[in-house]
Protein backbone atom coordinates (compact mmCIF):
# COMPACT_ATOMS: atom_id res chain seq x y z
CA UNK A 1 0.00 0.00 0.00
CA UNK A 2 2.99 2.61 0.19
CA UNK A 3 3.52 2.71 -3.40
CA UNK A 4 -0.42 3.99 -3.63
CA UNK A 5 0.58 6.46 -1.07
CA UNK A 6 3.80 7.62 -2.18
CA UNK A 7 1.47 8.38 -5.75
CA UNK A 8 -1.14 9.93 -3.87
CA UNK A 9 1.80 12.38 -2.47
CA UNK A 10 2.62 12.77 -6.04
CA UNK A 11 -1.11 14.22 -7.27
CA UNK A 12 -0.94 16.69 -4.03
CA UNK A 13 2.38 18.22 -4.80
CA UNK A 14 0.68 18.81 -8.41
CA UNK A 15 -2.71 19.75 -6.49
CA UNK A 16 -0.47 22.01 -4.42
CA UNK A 17 0.92 23.51 -7.62
CA UNK A 18 -2.50 24.04 -9.25
CA UNK A 19 -4.18 25.79 -6.78
CA UNK A 20 -1.36 28.31 -5.18
CA UNK A 21 1.11 29.37 -7.79
CA UNK A 22 0.66 32.39 -9.80
CA UNK A 23 2.34 31.87 -13.01
CA UNK A 24 0.46 30.22 -15.83
CA UNK A 25 3.29 28.32 -16.56
CA UNK A 26 3.28 26.77 -13.07
CA UNK A 27 -0.07 25.96 -12.93
CA UNK A 28 0.39 23.72 -16.48
CA UNK A 29 3.34 22.40 -14.82
CA UNK A 30 1.38 21.16 -11.74
CA UNK A 31 -1.38 20.03 -14.02
CA UNK A 32 1.09 17.48 -15.65
CA UNK A 33 2.43 16.66 -12.72
CA UNK A 34 -1.34 15.41 -11.96
CA UNK A 35 -1.81 13.82 -15.18
CA UNK A 36 1.58 11.61 -14.27
CA UNK A 37 0.32 10.68 -10.92
CA UNK A 38 -3.35 9.38 -12.37
CA UNK A 39 -1.52 7.97 -14.94
CA UNK A 40 1.17 5.95 -12.91
CA UNK A 41 -1.90 5.27 -10.30
CA UNK A 42 -3.88 3.16 -13.20
CA UNK A 43 -1.30 1.17 -13.87
CA UNK A 44 -0.44 0.06 -10.51
CA UNK A 45 -3.37 -0.87 -9.61
CA UNK A 46 -3.54 -3.13 -12.62
CA UNK A 47 0.07 -4.48 -11.31
CA UNK A 48 0.02 -8.24 -10.17
CA UNK A 49 2.86 -9.43 -8.06
CA UNK A 50 5.97 -11.25 -10.24
CA UNK A 51 3.53 -10.95 -13.50
CA UNK A 52 4.54 -10.90 -17.02
CA UNK A 53 3.57 -8.17 -19.41
CA UNK A 54 0.63 -8.79 -21.32
CA UNK A 55 2.22 -9.74 -24.87
CA UNK A 56 1.55 -13.44 -26.14
CA UNK A 57 4.97 -15.62 -27.28
CA UNK A 58 4.27 -19.00 -29.20
CA UNK A 59 6.14 -22.16 -27.15
CA UNK A 60 4.57 -20.30 -23.80
CA UNK A 61 2.06 -20.76 -21.19
CA UNK A 62 -0.13 -18.05 -20.63
CA UNK A 63 0.31 -17.24 -16.74
CA UNK A 64 0.57 -14.53 -14.40
CA UNK A 65 -0.18 -11.75 -16.87
CA UNK A 66 -0.48 -8.21 -15.62
CA UNK A 67 -3.94 -6.52 -16.08
CA UNK A 68 -4.16 -5.22 -19.92
CA UNK A 69 -7.10 -3.16 -19.29
CA UNK A 70 -5.77 -0.18 -17.65
CA UNK A 71 -2.54 -0.26 -19.63
CA UNK A 72 -4.67 -0.04 -22.76
CA UNK A 73 -6.96 2.96 -20.97
CA UNK A 74 -3.50 4.97 -19.89
CA UNK A 75 -1.93 4.57 -23.46
CA UNK A 76 -4.96 6.86 -25.19
CA UNK A 77 -4.84 8.93 -21.91
CA UNK A 78 -0.91 9.86 -22.42
CA UNK A 79 -1.12 11.28 -25.79
CA UNK A 80 -4.23 13.08 -25.22
CA UNK A 81 -2.35 14.34 -21.89
CA UNK A 82 0.04 15.75 -24.87
CA UNK A 83 -2.56 17.43 -26.71
CA UNK A 84 -4.32 19.50 -24.23
CA UNK A 85 -0.53 20.32 -22.46
CA UNK A 86 -0.05 21.85 -25.72
CA UNK A 87 -3.76 23.48 -26.05
CA UNK A 88 -3.12 25.11 -23.10
CA UNK A 89 -0.01 26.31 -23.80
CA UNK A 90 -1.35 27.95 -26.49
CA UNK A 91 -3.62 29.41 -24.60
CA UNK A 92 -1.43 30.85 -22.55
CA UNK A 93 1.00 31.73 -24.94
CA UNK A 94 -1.95 34.15 -26.37
CA UNK A 95 -2.49 35.13 -23.13
CA UNK A 96 1.13 36.97 -22.95
CA UNK A 97 0.76 38.39 -26.52
CA UNK A 98 -2.65 40.05 -24.95
CA UNK A 99 -1.42 41.03 -21.64
CA UNK A 100 2.26 41.05 -21.84
CA UNK A 101 3.06 38.65 -18.10
CA UNK A 102 1.99 35.10 -17.01
CA UNK A 103 0.80 36.21 -13.53
CA UNK A 104 -2.84 35.40 -13.51
CA UNK A 105 -3.84 38.03 -10.70
CA UNK A 106 -2.60 40.58 -13.44
CA UNK A 107 -4.93 39.41 -16.15
CA UNK A 108 -8.48 41.50 -15.31
CA UNK A 109 -9.46 43.21 -18.78
CA UNK A 110 -11.54 39.76 -19.97
CA UNK A 111 -13.78 41.96 -22.23
CA UNK A 112 -12.65 42.31 -25.88
CA UNK B 1 9.38 -3.48 -5.24
CA UNK B 2 12.16 -1.35 -3.89
CA UNK B 3 13.15 -0.23 -7.06
CA UNK B 4 9.86 1.15 -7.92
CA UNK B 5 9.83 2.66 -4.08
CA UNK B 6 13.08 4.47 -4.78
CA UNK B 7 11.64 5.72 -8.36
CA UNK B 8 8.47 7.29 -6.66
CA UNK B 9 10.81 8.83 -4.07
CA UNK B 10 13.36 10.59 -7.16
CA UNK B 11 9.34 11.57 -8.81
CA UNK B 12 8.31 13.10 -5.62
CA UNK B 13 12.19 14.94 -4.65
CA UNK B 14 11.95 16.09 -8.60
CA UNK B 15 8.63 17.47 -8.41
CA UNK B 16 9.09 19.31 -5.59
CA UNK B 17 12.10 20.98 -7.48
CA UNK B 18 9.58 21.87 -10.04
CA UNK B 19 7.07 23.29 -8.10
CA UNK B 20 9.40 25.22 -6.11
CA UNK B 21 12.17 26.56 -7.73
CA UNK B 22 12.15 30.02 -8.87
CA UNK B 23 14.09 29.90 -13.04
CA UNK B 24 10.66 28.71 -15.29
CA UNK B 25 13.20 27.09 -17.26
CA UNK B 26 14.38 24.78 -14.70
CA UNK B 27 11.44 23.67 -13.68
CA UNK B 28 10.55 22.60 -16.91
CA UNK B 29 13.39 20.77 -16.96
CA UNK B 30 12.28 19.04 -13.46
CA UNK B 31 9.07 17.77 -14.69
CA UNK B 32 10.57 16.12 -17.82
CA UNK B 33 12.69 14.46 -15.21
CA UNK B 34 9.45 13.28 -13.48
CA UNK B 35 8.04 12.46 -16.70
CA UNK B 36 11.11 10.21 -17.29
CA UNK B 37 10.44 8.59 -13.80
CA UNK B 38 6.89 7.82 -14.55
CA UNK B 39 8.33 5.71 -18.38
CA UNK B 40 10.40 3.72 -16.40
CA UNK B 41 8.04 3.03 -13.56
CA UNK B 42 6.00 1.68 -16.78
CA UNK B 43 8.93 -0.44 -17.57
CA UNK B 44 9.11 -1.66 -14.26
CA UNK B 45 5.32 -2.63 -13.80
CA UNK B 46 5.18 -4.66 -16.77
CA UNK B 47 3.94 -2.12 -19.18
CA UNK B 48 6.89 -1.44 -22.35
CA UNK B 49 3.89 -0.02 -24.71
CA UNK B 50 3.33 2.26 -22.19
CA UNK B 51 7.28 3.24 -21.35
CA UNK B 52 7.39 4.03 -25.01
CA UNK B 53 4.92 5.88 -25.30
CA UNK B 54 5.20 8.07 -22.23
CA UNK B 55 9.09 8.49 -23.27
CA UNK B 56 7.69 9.88 -26.82
CA UNK B 57 5.44 11.89 -25.52
CA UNK B 58 7.34 13.71 -22.44
CA UNK B 59 10.08 14.64 -25.14
CA UNK B 60 7.33 16.44 -27.31
CA UNK B 61 5.93 17.98 -23.97
CA UNK B 62 8.79 19.48 -22.90
CA UNK B 63 9.63 20.97 -26.29
CA UNK B 64 6.70 22.64 -25.77
CA UNK B 65 6.82 23.89 -22.75
CA UNK B 66 10.33 24.95 -23.37
CA UNK B 67 9.11 26.80 -26.36
CA UNK B 68 6.50 28.64 -24.39
CA UNK B 69 9.42 29.57 -21.19
CA UNK B 70 12.20 30.57 -23.31
CA UNK B 71 12.99 34.63 -23.35
CA UNK B 72 10.10 35.07 -20.60
CA UNK B 73 11.51 34.89 -17.57
CA UNK B 74 9.64 36.37 -14.94
CA UNK B 75 9.74 36.33 -11.42
CA UNK B 76 7.30 35.04 -9.12
CA UNK B 77 5.79 37.69 -6.92
CA UNK B 78 4.82 37.20 -3.70
CA UNK B 79 2.87 40.22 -1.91
CA UNK B 80 -0.92 40.48 -1.48
CA UNK B 81 -2.94 38.13 0.23
CA UNK B 82 -0.48 35.51 0.46
CA UNK B 83 -1.32 33.78 4.21
CA UNK B 84 -5.06 33.17 2.76
CA UNK B 85 -3.94 31.78 -0.43
CA UNK B 86 -2.05 29.62 1.57
CA UNK B 87 -4.44 28.62 4.04
CA UNK B 88 -7.64 28.16 1.45
CA UNK B 89 -5.25 25.91 -0.75
CA UNK B 90 -3.61 23.68 2.21
CA UNK B 91 -7.21 23.66 3.38
CA UNK B 92 -8.73 22.42 0.52
CA UNK B 93 -5.84 19.70 0.32
CA UNK B 94 -6.79 18.42 4.60
CA UNK B 95 -10.13 17.65 2.28
CA UNK B 96 -9.01 16.25 -0.33
CA UNK B 97 -6.35 13.90 1.22
CA UNK B 98 -9.41 12.62 3.99
CA UNK B 99 -11.51 11.59 1.21
CA UNK B 100 -8.73 9.81 -0.09
CA UNK B 101 -8.38 7.85 2.34
CA UNK B 102 -11.29 6.64 3.16
CA UNK B 103 -11.09 5.64 -0.85
CA UNK B 104 -7.23 3.73 -0.74
CA UNK B 105 -8.75 1.89 2.33
CA UNK B 106 -11.32 0.46 0.00
CA UNK B 107 -9.05 -0.18 -2.87
CA UNK B 108 -7.51 -3.87 -3.67
CA UNK B 109 -4.04 -4.94 -2.24
CA UNK B 110 -1.35 -3.89 -4.18
CA UNK B 111 -0.86 -6.49 -6.57
CA UNK B 112 -3.31 -8.25 -6.23
CA UNK B 113 -5.97 -6.58 -9.02
CA UNK B 114 -9.66 -8.12 -9.62
CA UNK B 115 -9.47 -9.48 -13.01
CA UNK B 116 -13.09 -10.32 -14.18
CA UNK B 117 -13.07 -8.85 -17.37
CA UNK B 118 -9.02 -9.49 -18.16
CA UNK B 119 -9.52 -12.90 -17.62
CA UNK B 120 -11.55 -13.63 -20.57
CA UNK B 121 -9.45 -11.19 -22.60
CA UNK B 122 -6.48 -12.90 -21.86
CA UNK B 123 -7.73 -15.67 -22.33
CA UNK B 124 -9.96 -15.59 -25.79
CA UNK B 125 -7.92 -12.15 -27.03
CA UNK B 126 -5.34 -14.51 -29.11
CA UNK B 127 -8.72 -16.71 -30.63
CA UNK B 128 -10.83 -13.54 -31.34
CA UNK B 129 -8.58 -10.86 -32.47
CA UNK B 130 -5.37 -12.39 -33.85
CA UNK B 131 -3.23 -9.74 -31.71
CA UNK B 132 -0.34 -11.20 -29.88
CA UNK B 133 0.04 -7.93 -28.18
CA UNK B 134 -3.32 -7.90 -25.23
CA UNK B 135 -3.02 -4.23 -25.34
CA UNK B 136 -3.26 -3.61 -28.98
CA UNK B 137 -5.80 -6.17 -28.64
CA UNK B 138 -8.46 -4.16 -26.11
CA UNK B 139 -7.35 -1.17 -27.58
CA UNK B 140 -8.42 -1.66 -31.43
CA UNK B 141 -10.87 -4.21 -30.90
CA UNK B 142 -12.32 -5.04 -27.58
CA UNK B 143 -12.75 -1.36 -26.71
CA UNK B 144 -12.59 0.12 -30.14
CA UNK B 145 -15.37 2.75 -29.27
CA UNK B 146 -13.28 4.56 -26.41
CA UNK B 147 -10.54 4.59 -28.84
CA UNK B 148 -12.80 6.49 -30.91
CA UNK B 149 -13.96 8.90 -28.93
CA UNK B 150 -10.51 9.23 -27.51
CA UNK B 151 -9.32 10.43 -31.14
CA UNK B 152 -12.04 12.55 -31.22
CA UNK B 153 -11.05 14.67 -27.95
CA UNK B 154 -7.25 15.17 -30.00
CA UNK B 155 -8.41 15.97 -33.00
CA UNK B 156 -10.45 18.40 -31.32
CA UNK B 157 -7.79 19.84 -29.06
CA UNK B 158 -5.32 19.78 -32.60
CA UNK B 159 -8.33 21.98 -33.64
CA UNK B 160 -8.00 24.06 -30.76
CA UNK B 161 -4.70 24.79 -30.93
CA UNK B 162 -5.02 25.75 -34.40
CA UNK B 163 -7.69 27.94 -33.69
CA UNK B 164 -5.98 29.88 -31.04
CA UNK B 165 -2.43 30.31 -32.76
CA UNK B 166 -3.65 31.16 -35.99
CA UNK B 167 -2.27 34.75 -37.07
CA UNK B 168 -5.36 36.20 -38.68
CA UNK B 169 -7.94 37.10 -35.69
CA UNK B 170 -11.35 39.43 -35.74
CA UNK B 171 -10.56 42.65 -38.15
CA UNK B 172 -10.96 45.59 -35.68
CA UNK B 173 -13.21 48.81 -36.91
Known amino acids: ?112 | MLELHLLLLFMIVAAVVAVEIKDLLSSVIAVGAVGLGVSLSFLLLKAPDLAITQLVVEILCLIILIRATINKDLPLVKDGRWFFNTLSTLSFLAVFLLFAYFALKSLPVFGKPIMRIAEVYLKEGLAKTGAANLVAAIILDFRGYDTLGEATVLFTAVIGVMAVMRKVGRIRK
Not at chain 1, 5 to 23: A, D, E, H, M, P
Not at chain 1, 31 to 51: D, Q, S
Open chain 1, 1 to 112: MSVYFLCLVLFSIGLYCTLRKRNIIKIVIGLGIIEYAVNLFFVLVGYKMAGRSPILSPNQAIENMVDPIPQALVLTAIVIGLAVTALIVAIALRIYEKYGTFDITKIKRLHG
